[in-house]
């Protein structure tokens, strides 16, 4: 029975935090895609950036 409740208690605070995160965060944040390379400002539409995967190239 002691098990029982400890359960319920855990599920009642998981959901409520879960309830205040959801409430928290933005409409937009959900489907954010970074339009922009962080490091070199190309513009990338979600994808690898082609400019900084690369990364230095040595050789001939």
Known sequence: MVLIW???GIGVL????LIIKAIKTSSQEVLEIEAHCR???LKIN?????RCEKG???GV
């Not at 998981?14 to 935090?17: A, L, R, S």
């Not at 979600?46 to 082609?50: M, R, S």
């Open 6 to 8: 400890i359960g319920i």
């Open 56 to 58: 230095p190239q040595f």
């Open 39 to 41: 490091k070199c400002g």
């Open 46 to 50: 979600g994808q690898k950036c082609p």
């Open 14 to 17: 998981i959901t409520t935090i």
